[in-house]
């Protein structure tokens, strides 16, 4: 069988345009998620037990259900209740909430593996315990964890192709669109995957090198 890509010459712009809406779901995705991590995560450890076990239950029922299932609830199960979202709107939330569970875990994970010196250290010289985590302890932690930030990006990269199912333009959506004017199967499917690659490899190497950058300066 000889592939036939001379498709490309007229629909290059719908992956162009996919790619880019792509991005933006993953980086407000990743950005706003990471937030929300961060948020959950200082919940799990705190004083409070019913602040942990919410965060510990809102955690566990997030990772514990798949990505579609919340896409399909938030985009379409909220309008029983009167909430309407636009689908670029749901699939941000979406991404944002599955996001927020896992790297509230990282942050976590990240905040106990800082010495529990530092935390004496920094509350002996009269900070607030508040105040040792914001200045002290969370940003030698998320410096630690960079490449697990990093590598949950690229997770969301390509977990994004499930907003398709509701309508987002990115690159699996326009891949489809494409396939059904052309009626050419496969070709259009190999371009986005791709592409799909191009992205998540350079992005793996783009960290990699800025990984390395603060080992050096370290």
Known sequence: MELDFSFLSEYWPYYANGAWMTLKLSFFGVLLGTVLGVVFA?????????LRFLASAYIEVIRGTPMLVQIVIIYYGLSDFGIN????????????????????????????????????????????????????????????MLPAIGNEFIIIIKDSSLVSTIGIAEILYNAQVIRGATYIPLEPLLVAAAIYFVMTFTLSKLLGALERKLNTND
Do not use: C, H
Request: glycine letters at 8%; a positive charge; hydrophobic letters at 55%.
């Open 42 to 50: 200082l919940l799990r450890i705190s004083g409070f037990w019913l």
């Open 85 to 144: 979202l636009p689908a670029f709107t749901a699939g941000v939330l979406a991404l944002t909430i599955n996001s927020s569970a896992y790297m509230a875990e990282v942050f976590r994970a990240g905040i106990a593996a800082i010495d529990k010196g530092q935390m004496e250290a920094a509350r002996s010289l009269g900070l607030s315990r508040g105040q040792a985590l914001r200045y002290v302890v969370i940003p030698q932690a998320f410096r630690n």
